[in-house]
Structure formats: structure tokens, C-alpha cells
């Protein structure tokens, strides 16, 4: 009887430490002295899931996404990318200094090894994480991550909205092109409502990325975006840019355990993107989901990615033995 009531206590304590945590604010400092804007939340003894958000975003807590990664024992962990709302800005980086970044925070916050993902513009930098950051890295996903603009046989503009079109054809011509486009887009993002954010993306959003468009998700969105351009355009032109040159690190040299998401009606990145992923990371389990589109997939999947990740991540620590 005893024994029963010491696990009762321990379940008690254990779900009020879940959904009593409240968001987090780390600052953290860069080796370059750069400062990073960090936000943890979730059980702190939880197994770290690391979250790189699209483009442009900046640091935040989605609930939902929150509460899931809880159910699992996962503890929330992710940042505003170096130019982005409180983050100092770095001019020039590649996607691959995203892993001297992530080492600092993990370090800081006392974090050894750990889960990643990243969506949209953040899927990049969760292949950087996989590639350069294999001692701590468990398994990654990502999901409508878009490939390197380099990728052989990938038409890589093919697909998109003409807004996505504009902008990395901006991109690939520098700054000098890039920035008074941003600035402009940045303009109306800088006060976005929730029941405005579907609108702001234009041609951008398919039908069932409008449906998840409402409630909470616009709500966090619109807030996302907000503090994205609060500071200026800086973060998002040096991501574009990061997009569209050499990422630092070699696709099919990644040797940890990847799993890419895409979706079929995905305006912002289309699924061949994916494909080409999924194709040329070794040993990379595909997921490409005709109906599901940019912003969807994760809203409709993102249980099915946690708990693939942790099936990969399983297999990664007990690899099946030859026969």
C-alpha cells in the first residue's frame, strides 16, 4: 500500500512540475560575444528538444506543441536566430555557425545530448545540428525544410508561390536586391493581427494551411512575426542569403539519424525538396504526405514526428544485431 501511494505522489508531482512549468528566458553569450535570446519550457529533467522555427520567426512557446513534447518527457528548447528580436546579429553567417550557437546554449544550460527539428527555414539549421553536432545530436527531423539552392537535378524556384519566387531570386542577386523587398514585407508583419496572418501570406498558403490558420496557431504566429521584424530585417536577409549560398556543411555526409517531413501542398517549399532530402541524407526515413501542406504538417504530424524521433533515437542506442 505504501509503495502505491509513494508512485501516486510521484505521478502527482510529476504532472503539476508539467503544467505548472512556464516559459523560460534564457540570455545566453556566443563565444564571438554575440547575445543569444533563448526560451525553454517543459519538464527541466526532460530530455532536451531542440526547435529551430521558419522564417522569419523569433523565439517563443507554442502550448500545444509544449504540452505534447511533455507527454513524452521532453523539455522545450529553442532560440531566435542571430538578428532576430533580441538575438545580436551576425552579418555573413552560413547555415552551419548555427551549430556553434546551439553548443553555447547547450553548454550554458547544462544540456548534453538531445532531440532537434526544424521547420520551414529552421529545417536547415536542424541539418546543420545533425551534420556538425553528431556527438550530442540523438536523431533530427525536419519538416518542410527546404533543400540546398546547389542540390543537382533539384529545380529548385519550381513549385513555389510567386512570393517565395521574388523573394530568393532577391536573394541570390545580395543584399543590395534583397533588403528593400524585405523592408517591405517586414512593414506589413511589423503589426499583423491573428485573423490577418493567413492574408499576409498571400499565394504563400494553400487551403489547409489556411484551415490551421485560426485560434491559438494565428495568435502565435502573428506574435512570432511581430518580434521577428522588431528590431529590423536583419535576421531574415541573413537567413535568405544563408539559404542561397554554401551552408557550411555537406548534405550527404550527415551520418546521424534524419527524418524528413514534407508536404504535398506545400506552397513555400515544395515536396520535391523533401524528396531530394530524404534521397541524398544516408539512411534518412521519408515522410511525403500529399494532402498535408507548409504550415499543416507540423499542426497534424507533430505527434507522429516526436514519436518517431524517439523510435529513432531508441534504435540509435540499440542497434539491431546481425543475424
Not at 18 to 41: N, Y
Not at 142 to 154: D, E, I, Q
Not at 172 to 186: D, M, Q, S, V
Amino acid at each position: 500500500m505504501l509503495k502505491r501511494v509513494s508512485i501516486l505522489a510521484f505521478a502527482v508531482a510529476r504532472y503539476h512540475e508539467i503544467v505548472s512549468s512556464e516559459t523560460r528566458w534564457h540570455m545566453v553569450q556566443a563565444p564571438d560575444g554575440r547575445q543569444l535570446e533563448v526560451v525553454s519550457a517543459g519538464p527541466e529533467s526532460g530530455r532536451c528538444f531542440l526547435f529551430h522555427s521558419g522564417t522569419p520567426s523569433a523565439a517563443g512557446a507554442y502550448a500545444p506543441l509544449v504540452a505534447e513534447l511533455a507527454r513524452r518527457d521532453l523539455r522545450f528548447l529553442t532560440f531566435s536566430r542571430p538578428g532576430y528580436a533580441g538575438s545580436s546579429a551576425m552579418t555573413g553567417r552560413a547555415v552551419g555557425d548555427v551549430a556553434t550557437d546551439v553548443q553555447a546554449i547547450l553548454d550554458a544550460l547544462n544540456i548534453g545530448s538531445f532531440f532537434c527539428a526544424g521547420q520551414s527555414g529552421g529545417g536547415p539549421h536542424a541539418l546543420a545540428c545533425a551534420a556538425l553536432l553528431a556527438d550530442r545530436v540523438i536523431a533530427t527531423a525536419t519538416l518542410a525544410g527546404v533543400a540546398p539552392r546547389s542540390a543537382p537535378a533539384l529545380d529548385w524556384l519550381a513549385g513555389m508561390g510567386a512570393e517565395n519566387v521574388e523573394e530568393f531570386e532577391a536573394a541570390a542577386n545580395g543584399r543590395e536586391a534583397l533588403e528593400p523587398f524585405l523592408e517591405r514585407e517586414a512593414a506589413s508583419l511589423k503589426d499583423v493581427q491573428p485573423a490577418e496572418v493567413a492574408a499576409s501570406l498571400g499565394g504563400l498558403v494553400s487551403d489547409v494551411d489556411r484551415s490551421v490558420l485560426t485560434g491559438g496557431y494565428a495568435e502565435f504566429m502573428a506574435g512570432s512575426f511581430q518580434r521577428a521584424v522588431s528590431t529590423g530585417i536583419s535576421g531574415w536577409r541573413d537567413d535568405d542569403i544563408a539559404f542561397v549560398t554554401p551552408w557550411g556543411f555537406d548534405v550527404p555526409a550527415i551520418e546521424t539519424p534524419v527524418a524528413v517531413w514534407q508536404g504535398g501542398a506545400d506552397r513555400m517549399v515544395p515536396m520535391a525538396h523533401g524528396a531530394w532530402l530524404a534521397a541524398h541524407i544516408p539512411g534518412a526515413e521519408q515522410h511525403l504526405l500529399p494532402a498535408e501542406g507548409h504550415l499543416s504538417l507540423a499542426i497534424n504530424k507533430i505527434g507522429d514526428v516526436l514519436d518517431g524521433l524517439l523510435a529513432m533515437g531508441e534504435a540509435a542506442a540499440h542497434p539491431a544485431r546481425a543475424s
